[in-house]
């Protein structure tokens, strides 16, 4: 008995020790059985991007048994499907109504019968990919480009009720497609999916030559203007991603201060990702162009092409003069002979092969980014299906951390070969 209660004693100590849980203010809610579930889990990456971390994580279908209220912030996932289809059950819409008489809620085309909750009436459908056009006097929409941004994938239309506020309209002239009230904000579009749409383009395009330069490559998903390429100058997905901030910042401001992590090193506010292919150059002309950008104080990645016609001088060169002063050697895959039908296997081939040299030279596994020659991308599954993130999928296998197969490339263009056509590739500058 005398030991019974010297472990329980012993027990109430410890648990009087440890420190009491604390939920981090925001609430991110997966939709484990979307069709598509990882633009929920996205949510999550664009909010680590915005330097914001003070979030978790839990799924949709567990929203009855989660304590609400211990968050200041629940971002709930799309629940109003492409055919119309509201997708949260009764208990979660009472909870949710329950929630938002006090918590903030942010929502991706939510399920049309809370719409009240964001101040706003759901009326139609609108075309697929339309365009925003933000309100840049209200306090989420400032400093946000009052240019029309592109918008990809299926959109829901909203009207004003009498406490709603409009954050962005379709354009021009289009039902209000963002709306607030006091605790609450609605997208009329899924936010995460589009800025995926945005970075790496119209999957509908996949593995086809549309822009008939004899090539599969990553341009060919922004034909037909996916990016309009007059707003070349502006990160279109980061724009979305800061209106996203905005809110969320918003909601915070009257409760607790967010902390921020900023992007860029020494609290800069941008940056340059310098990168060069080294093309045939010789490697004496690839280290003269290196050292230049170490002389202006910058690094650069450099990526060789001919990895096998490097000598063990090369190898011990690299590693004084490039590697050890900061910057990234990679690899210039070369699939060009496949360039017309490029597949999962030639792409791998190419890959690895460049890898397993670059491996036996200077003892480098793997690359942190990579670009191909001509910036083939390969939008094969290995049984021959069509994917558009083959080229993704591949890489990550061999362990690279972010594709650089973007640039503004059009050869028809009117505006030079390296400016309009096929729009803005990325939507962004920005590492995700
Ligand atoms: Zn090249």
Redesign the pocket.
């Given at each position: 008995m005398r030991q019974i209660t010297s472990w329980g004693l012993r027990l109430f100590l410890l648990l009087c020790l440890l420190p009491a849980y604390a939920a981090p203010p925001i609430l991110i809610l997966l939709n484990e059985s979307s069709p598509q579930p990882n633009y929920c889990n996205y949510i999550a990456e664009i909010l680590k991007t915005e330097g914001i971390s003070e979030f978790e994580t839990a799924p949709l279908s567990n929203l009855d048994r989660i304590i609400l209220t211990n968050y200041s912030i629940i971002i709930l996932p799309q629940t109003h499907d492409d055919n119309d289809i509201n997708l949260l059950a009764d208990s979660h819409l009472s909870a949710l109504r329950a929630y938002a008489s006090s918590g903030n809620l942010v929502a991706f085309r939510p399920d049309t019968r809370i719409a009240d909750l964001f101040g706003v009436k759901w009326v139609s459908p609108q075309a697929n990919d339309s365009r925003l056009r933000v309100s840049t006097s209200t306090r989420i929409g400032k400093s946000i480009t009052p240019k029309d941004l592109n918008i990809h994938g299926h959109c829901d239309g909203y009207e004003l009720d009498s406490r709603g506020v409009k954050i962005a309209a379709y354009a021009p002239g289009g039902a209000t497609a963002i709306a607030s009230r006091d605790h609450a904000i609605a997208f009329g579009y899924n936010l995460p999916a589009n800025l995926v749409a945005t970075r790496q383009g119209n999957p509908a395009k996949a593995n086809f030559d549309w822009d008939q330069d004899q090539e599969i490559t990553a341009q060919d998903m922004f034909v037909d203007d996916w990016n309009d390429p007059q707003n070349n100058a502006i990160n279109q997905a980061d724009e979305q991603m800061r209106l996203l901030t905005h809110a969320i910042e918003y909601f915070m401001d009257s409760i607790l201060p967010l902390p921020r992590a900023w992007y860029f090193k020494n609290q800069l506010k941008s940056t340059v990702i310098f990168t060069s292919?080294g093309?045939d150059s010789t490697y004496a002309d690839e280290l003269s162009e290196v050292n230049d950008v170490l002389a202006a104080g910058g690094t650069m990645t450099l990526?060789i092409?001919n990895v096998s016609q490097l000598t063990a001088d090369d190898a011990e060169s690299i590693r004084n003069n490039i590697l050890a002063k900061g910057c990234e050697i990679s690899i210039?895959p070369?699939d060009v002979t496949h360039a017309r039908e490029v597949t999962y296997a030639s792409m791998s081939n190419a890959i690895g092969s460049k890898l397993g040299y670059l491996n036996k030279l200077l003892n480098i596994p793997t690359v942190q980014t990579i670009?191909?020659?001509?910036i083939l991308w390969s939008s094969l599954n290995p049984d021959q299906t069509t994917n558009y993130l083959s080229q993704v999928n591949i890489e990550s296998l061999f362990d690279v951390k972010m594709d650089c197969n973007y640039y503004f490339y059009d050869r028809a263009s009117p505006l030079g070969p390296y400016l309009g056509g096929p729009g803005s590739f990325i939507g962004s500058g920005l590492i995700m």
């Open positions: 292919d093309e990526y092409k210039h070369n670009r191909n020659h001509w």
